[in-house]
Protein backbone atom coordinates (compact mmCIF):
# COMPACT_ATOMS: atom_id res chain seq x y z
CA UNK A 1 0.00 0.00 0.00
CA UNK A 2 2.88 2.27 0.99
CA UNK A 3 4.22 1.73 -2.85
CA UNK A 4 1.18 2.44 -4.28
CA UNK A 5 1.01 5.85 -2.42
CA UNK A 6 4.41 6.86 -3.23
CA UNK A 7 3.41 6.15 -6.94
CA UNK A 8 0.81 8.84 -6.95
CA UNK A 9 2.59 10.96 -5.18
CA UNK A 10 5.67 10.58 -7.38
CA UNK A 11 6.52 13.68 -10.48
CA UNK A 12 7.39 12.90 -14.09
CA UNK A 13 9.39 15.88 -15.41
CA UNK A 14 8.45 16.55 -19.39
CA UNK A 15 9.98 19.19 -21.50
CA UNK A 16 7.73 21.67 -24.09
CA UNK A 17 8.95 24.04 -26.34
CA UNK A 18 7.22 27.20 -26.39
CA UNK A 19 8.54 30.12 -28.49
CA UNK A 20 11.76 28.95 -29.54
CA UNK A 21 12.60 28.40 -25.46
CA UNK A 22 12.18 24.62 -23.45
CA UNK A 23 9.93 24.54 -20.21
CA UNK A 24 10.24 21.88 -17.59
CA UNK A 25 6.80 20.86 -16.22
CA UNK A 26 6.09 18.23 -13.86
CA UNK A 27 3.22 16.31 -13.71
CA UNK A 28 1.64 13.46 -11.44
CA UNK A 29 3.29 10.10 -12.36
CA UNK A 30 0.22 8.18 -13.44
CA UNK A 31 -2.05 10.88 -14.73
CA UNK A 32 0.16 10.98 -18.11
CA UNK A 33 -2.94 12.07 -20.25
CA UNK A 34 -1.87 15.72 -18.52
CA UNK A 35 1.47 15.15 -20.86
CA UNK A 36 -0.84 15.12 -24.05
CA UNK A 37 -2.93 18.22 -22.88
CA UNK A 38 0.24 20.29 -21.80
CA UNK A 39 2.11 19.10 -25.16
CA UNK A 40 -1.26 20.06 -27.29
CA UNK A 41 -1.44 23.54 -25.73
CA UNK A 42 2.14 24.14 -26.14
CA UNK A 43 1.54 23.19 -29.85
CA UNK A 44 -1.18 25.40 -30.01
CA UNK A 45 0.62 28.39 -28.26
CA UNK A 46 3.60 28.10 -31.13
CA UNK A 47 1.03 28.00 -33.99
CA UNK A 48 -0.25 31.37 -32.75
CA UNK A 49 2.93 33.07 -32.14
CA UNK A 50 3.43 32.29 -35.61
CA UNK A 51 0.49 33.13 -36.89
CA UNK A 52 1.19 37.16 -35.06
CA UNK A 53 4.61 36.79 -36.24
CA UNK A 54 3.96 36.61 -39.79
CA UNK A 55 1.70 38.80 -40.04
CA UNK A 56 3.70 41.50 -37.43
CA UNK A 57 6.94 41.34 -38.74
CA UNK A 58 9.37 43.10 -36.39
CA UNK A 59 7.87 43.15 -33.14
CA UNK A 60 9.53 41.10 -29.78
CA UNK A 61 8.68 37.68 -29.11
CA UNK A 62 7.35 38.64 -25.44
CA UNK A 63 4.77 40.90 -27.83
CA UNK A 64 3.29 37.31 -29.69
CA UNK A 65 3.58 35.61 -26.53
CA UNK A 66 1.21 38.40 -24.75
CA UNK A 67 -1.08 38.82 -27.93
CA UNK A 68 -1.44 34.78 -28.13
CA UNK A 69 -2.39 34.19 -24.49
CA UNK A 70 -5.09 36.96 -24.98
CA UNK A 71 -6.37 35.61 -27.75
CA UNK A 72 -6.05 32.04 -25.93
CA UNK A 73 -7.99 32.93 -22.95
CA UNK A 74 -10.53 34.74 -24.80
CA UNK A 75 -11.61 31.79 -26.61
CA UNK A 76 -11.67 29.60 -23.08
CA UNK A 77 -13.72 32.06 -21.53
CA UNK A 78 -16.02 32.14 -24.35
CA UNK A 79 -16.48 28.63 -24.60
CA UNK A 80 -16.89 27.91 -21.09
CA UNK A 81 -19.96 30.98 -21.63
CA UNK A 82 -21.12 29.08 -24.21
CA UNK A 83 -20.93 25.39 -21.88
CA UNK A 84 -23.09 27.30 -19.38
CA UNK A 85 -26.20 25.36 -19.46
CA UNK A 86 -27.63 27.38 -16.19
CA UNK A 87 -29.65 29.75 -17.96
CA UNK A 88 -30.95 26.68 -20.63
CA UNK A 89 -31.91 24.58 -17.73
CA UNK A 90 -33.65 27.23 -15.78
CA UNK A 91 -36.05 27.74 -19.12
CA UNK A 92 -36.51 24.63 -19.33
CA UNK A 93 -37.84 24.51 -15.96
CA UNK A 94 -40.18 27.45 -16.76
CA UNK A 95 -41.62 25.73 -19.46
CA UNK A 96 -42.20 22.26 -17.79
CA UNK A 97 -43.99 24.34 -15.15
CA UNK A 98 -46.36 26.18 -17.99
CA UNK A 99 -46.99 22.54 -19.19
CA UNK A 100 -48.13 21.24 -15.46
CA UNK A 101 -50.19 24.77 -15.19
CA UNK A 102 -52.10 24.08 -18.61
CA UNK A 103 -52.31 20.02 -18.03
CA UNK A 104 -53.57 20.55 -14.56
CA UNK A 105 -56.70 23.33 -16.58
Excluded at 12 to 20: E, F, Q
Excluded at 56 to 76: C, I, N, P, R, W
Excluded at 85 to 92: G, V
Amino acid sequence: MTEQLSNKNEKLTINVLVAGRTYSLSIDRGAEYQEEIIRKAADKINKKIEKYRERFAGHDTLDFLAMSSLQLVKELIADQNNNDIEPLMEKIKDLNEEIDELIEE
